[in-house]
């Protein structure tokens, strides 16, 4: 082992699966908390024999798990549930979380998703001290990240994905040679962006372009994705491009201008859009002068 540090984790999804994955290499890890839909963290924990908490931790359940468990430092990495102040205080040390986003912006849930959608050219992670707020903990780490024109959300974290694990170490690290220290955030400074769901993800066509443009890319497959209905047929979008066709202002927005070989071309508010893959194109016809709702 390189530490002698004796870890709790709390994890969800594809990240704390990688991350989880890289610290039972090398770390001591005593207790493991997850939801139900988690299948590779129970898979790993099962495998590696780790006591493993399922489900929702509140209520004093998860606390009542891992009572008498050493716990050193206590690591939250993408987990769904908000940590109660008993658990924030269970370690000996410290208790740190991991982050999406260059707090103090974009505090909340799917913080890489909003950031495409808000058009930012850079997103990021941060590792922060765990208070009772929301992401409101000092800042001990923090990793730019670039947003391309391109980047999809499933894009960015991958990104993430070869970052989160270089990051918890050198925390640790810093842990272990006692050179940890955290700087208060911002608070003035700071936003906030809620959980998205599935339903969220429909299409304004009095929008802009360039932020529909976002909003697909930003929900692109393997996400739910951005979408529209047409003749009564919900129509998920998966890539958009953008136009020079000409169009007439005074048209309804979401009109189609053209159908090329079944591809729609889409007046919006300030431009065409070309709806360039479109996840069940095959069940729907396409017709000119049709409206998108």
Same mark, same amino acid.
């Given at each position: 082992?390189?530490?002698?540090?004796?870890?709790?984790?709390?994890?969800?999804?594809?990240?704390?699966?990688?991350?989880?994955?890289?610290?039972?290499?090398?770390?001591?890890?005593?207790?493991?908390?997850?939801?139900?839909?988690?299948?590779?963290?129970?898979?790993?924990?099962?495998?590696?024999? !780790?006591?493993?908490?399922?489900?929702?931790?509140?209520?004093?359940?998860?606390?009542?798990?891992?009572?008498?468990?050493?716990?050193?430092?206590?690591?939250?990495?993408?987990?769904?549930?908000?940590? /109660? =102040?008993?658990?924030?205080?269970?370690?000996?040390?410290?208790?740190?979380?991991?982050?999406?986003?260059?707090?103090?912006?974009?505090?909340?849930?799917?913080?890489?998703?909003?950031?495409?959608?808000?058009? /930012?050219?850079?997103?990021?992670?941060?590792?922060?001290?765990?208070?009772?707020?929301?992401?409101?903990?000092?800042?001990?780490?923090?990793?730019?990240?670039?947003?391309?024109?391109?980047?999809?959300?499933?894009?960015?974290? /991958? =990104?993430?994905?070869?970052?989160?694990?270089?990051?918890?170490?050198?925390?640790?690290?810093?842990?272990?040679?006692?050179?940890?220290?955290?700087?208060?955030? !911002?608070?003035? =400074?700071?936003?906030?962006?809620?959980?998205?769901?599935?339903?969220?993800?429909?299409?304004?066509?009095?929008?802009?372009?360039?932020?529909?443009?976002?909003?697909?890319?930003?929900? !692109?497959?393997?996400?739910?994705?951005?979408?529209?209905?047409?003749?009564?047929?919900?129509?998920?979008?998966?890539?958009?491009?953008?136009?020079?066709?000409?169009?007439?202002?005074?048209?309804?927005?979401?009109?189609?201008?053209?159908?090329?070989?079944?591809?729609?071309?889409?007046?919006?508010?300030?431009?065409?859009? =070309?709806?360039?893959?479109?996840?069940?194109?095959?069940?729907?016809?396409?017709?000119?002068?049709?409206?998108?709702?």
């Amino acid at each position: 082992m390189e530490s002698e540090l004796k870890l709790g984790i709390l994890a969800s999804g594809l990240l704390g699966f990688h991350v989880l994955e890289n610290l039972f290499k090398s770390y001591n890890i005593n207790f493991v908390a997850t939801n139900s839909t988690s299948d590779q963290i129970i898979a790993l924990c099962n495998q590696k024999k !780790a006591p493993l908490f399922i489900g929702i931790p509140n209520k004093g359940k998860l606390l009542k798990f891992i009572n008498n468990m050493d716990c050193d430092v206590l690591l939250s990495i993408n987990y769904l549930y908000i940590i /109660e =102040k008993e658990i924030i205080n269970y370690p000996k040390k410290v208790a740190i979380n991991i982050h999406g986003s260059l707090l103090p912006k974009y505090r909340g849930r799917t913080p890489h998703v909003w950031a495409i959608i808000n058009g /930012e050219k850079e997103c990021g992670i941060t590792a922060h001290l765990i208070d009772e707020e929301c992401d409101t903990g000092a800042v001990l780490l923090q990793h730019k990240v670039n947003i391309f024109p391109e980047d999809t959300g499933q894009k960015i974290l /991958e =990104k993430y994905k070869s970052y989160y694990p270089t990051i918890v170490k050198k925390v640790l690290l810093m842990i272990d040679n006692n050179s940890l220290n955290g700087k208060q955030q !911002a608070h003035e =400074k700071a936003t906030f962006f809620g959980k998205r769901t599935p339903e969220d993800g429909r299409i304004d066509w009095s929008w802009h372009k360039e932020r529909i443009y976002n909003w697909v890319r930003a929900q !692109a497959h393997p996400y739910p994705g951005a979408y529209t209905f047409y003749n009564g047929s919900k129509v998920v979008i998966d890539k958009i491009d953008f136009s020079d066709m000409g169009y007439n202002y005074a048209m309804e927005n979401g009109s189609i201008i053209k159908s090329d070989n079944n591809v729609p071309y889409v007046k919006t508010s300030n431009g065409v859009i =070309k709806l360039t893959n479109i996840r069940n194109q095959r069940t729907i016809k396409f017709i000119e002068n049709g409206i998108l709702k």
